[in-house]
């Protein structure tokens, strides 16, 4: 299962925590693992181009753990980009069932 953590302060989406894999099917053809990381991919990427918010992203590859978490509060484009990646998992989550992604909320 993927666990993916809502990182919040002040009731704003500061970061994600994205973790474990869905096994949804076989390695290759899991569309769960490949949304959510498309999702995670994009929300880092847009991050860096879109906004001047400073961030970090670390983890380790070897156990399919990432995080992204902004040093300071978002700017209004960085929320935007960290609500649409919530809604987007939230959606897969929906579509494909506790089963196979968990969002979990956290306050940091």
């Not at 009731?11 to 899991?30: R, T, Y």
């Not at 498309?38 to 400073?54: A, P």
């Amino acid at each position: 299962m993927i666990t993916v953590t809502i990182l919040k302060k002040n009731d704003l989406i500061v970061g994600a925590q994205v973790e474990g894999h869905a096994e949804f099917a076989k390695k290759g053809k899991d569309i769960v693992c490949s949304a959510v990381s498309m999702l995670y991919i994009n929300l880092v990427n847009s991050l860096e181009s879109f906004t001047q918010d400073g961030k970090e992203v670390n983890g380790s590859r070897k156990i399919n753990f990432e995080n992204v978490i902004l040093k300071n509060m978002p700017s209004d484009e960085a929320e935007l980009l960290l609500r649409s990646f919530h809604l987007g998992i939230t959606t897969i989550e929906q579509k494909y069932g506790k089963r196979y992604i968990e969002i979990l909320e956290q306050d940091v």
